[in-house]
């Protein structure tokens, strides 16, 4: 199959083509030509369309779905032909199915069910037994297996040993360890950030402290162990501050934040609407500014849609009994533009997969073609029309988004967004 890509503007630092206006001529998955003006070929497939840019592919760290145990939120097929849709070529999937994803059995089951895809699917299995938080997993098993990571999805590691003999454990396959970080005792009941707002609507809150303490205690552990260590959804300014430190003593973290936390705060809970609950919770403006500022300088290490498809049963209900989660993948790009510089967007994008042990190819002449096509002009509003999701709990809806996703090309097959 032959692909002739025209009027490409190319975003890739990495590229000896970033920031210019291209052709390309795809064969068997391979770019074989990159230049001003390629012929036409006979039987070949042209793309075009209005202002393109074209980038590495996207990768998201941190996607839920629902397949095995929660088909009715989210099934593999369909979340993996929404990332497609949505312009992410691979996607880290969380381990929060049932049965947890904490074994080889497990791992083989979500990889088999994503062969054939334009999106590649990555597990990350559980770092405890069933994510309870007692037992370490089958690490090494789960890594020969695919695993690219480990972790207990949204759940803190409360005892402090096991973080340290994981951290010790995983060093002889150079695994990564992540950890959620929110502190249960700090916690408590609290189901918003804790500030004006909470006091305001008489919401019982969640102090800063409650990630902050937890993430100083697995960066002393870091420090102690060695081994490397993913922050996931980071979300107040002591946060960044502290994770600035540990990377100044050399210590291999990386972090993570979610599109939710850069582009809103807890004044969306004003209406007691249960689509912002999520967690960590949405923080104050300070913060906020915090993280886009540590996205800036680097300190942050990728952006993740954080989806998380939820049963509308489980959202529809009073804000304190309301599951936390929002669903993602097709607002992030449109959202992010609405705060961040395109090429900031698109490394913030991209750059994770190294993290993950992901092959990551700039665009040059004999590289794969592992493409997302998109536009950065124009301005829309984002509706139900938008979402593609089995799950419509999007704490975006109603909100104006920049720029449009056109599509993907990975694994030689072009998936074109209709959205």
């Not at 999937?93 to 791992?107: G, R, T």
């Not at 590691?157 to 003999?165: G, R, W």
């Not at 680097?298 to 804000?319: A, L």
Request: proline share 3%.
């Amino acid at each position: 199959m032959k692909i002739i890509i025209r009027s490409a503007k190319i975003i890739d630092s990495k590229s000896p083509f970033h920031n210019q206006t291209v052709d390309l001529l795809i064969a068997d998955g391979l770019i074989e030509k990159i230049g001003t003006s390629i012929l036409d070929i006979e039987d070949t497939t042209v793309v075009k369309f209005d202002n393109l840019h074209l980038s590495q592919g996207w990768f998201d760290s941190s996607v839920s779905l629902g397949e095995p145990g929660y088909e009715d939120r989210e099934t593999i097929a369909n979340g993996l032909n929404v990332a497609a849709k949505s312009g992410f070529t691979a996607i880290a999937l969380q381990p929060n199915s049932f049965p947890i994803i904490d074994n080889q059995s497990q791992v083989n089951f979500v990889k088999n069910k994503a062969n054939g895809f334009a999106t590649e699917l990555f597990p990350i299995g559980a770092l405890t037994k069933a994510s309870e938080g007692k037992d370490m997993a089958e690490l090494f098993d789960m890594k020969k297996t695919g695993a690219v990571a480990f972790g207990d999805y949204n759940k803190s590691i409360d005892n402090a040993n096991l973080l340290k003999i994981a951290l010790q454990y995983v060093q002889d396959f150079n695994g990564l360890v992540i950890t959620y970080a929110q502190d249960a005792n700090i916690k408590g009941n609290g189901v918003a950030n804790e500030g004006i707002v909470s006091t305001k609507l008489g919401l019982k809150g969640i102090p800063n402290l409650a990630e902050e303490l937890q993430i100083a205690r697995n960066l002393f552990l870091l420090e102690y162990t060695g081994g490397k260590l993913h922050i996931p959804t980071i979300s107040t300014a002591k946060t960044v501050a502290l994770i600035k430190e540990a990377k100044a003593k050399g210590l291999q973290v990386t972090c993570s934040v979610a599109v939710h936390h850069l582009v809103l705060t807890d004044e969306k809970l004003e209406g007691f609407d249960t689509r912002f609950k999520v967690t960590p919770p949405l923080r104050n403006e300070s913060d906020r500014a915090a993280l886009i500022n540590a996205v800036l300088d680097g300190t942050i290490d990728m952006i993740t849609s954080d989806h998380n498809p939820i049963d509308i049963e489980f959202k529809k209900m009073e804000f304190d009994m309301a599951k936390n989660g929002t669903i993602g993948l097709e607002s992030a790009f449109g959202a992010l533009l609405t705060v961040l510089p395109l090429e900031t967007v698109i490394e913030k994008l991209t750059l994770g997969k190294a993290v993950f042990g992901i092959e990551n190819n700039s665009i040059t002449e004999g590289s794969k073609a592992n493409f997302t096509f998109f536009t950065p002009e124009g301005k829309s509003t984002f509706t139900k029309a938008n979402i593609l999701s089995k799950s419509k709990n999007s704490a975006f809806l109603g909100t104006e988004i920049k720029g449009s996703v056109y599509g993907i090309l990975n694994q030689k097959q072009l998936v074109i967004s209709t959205k």
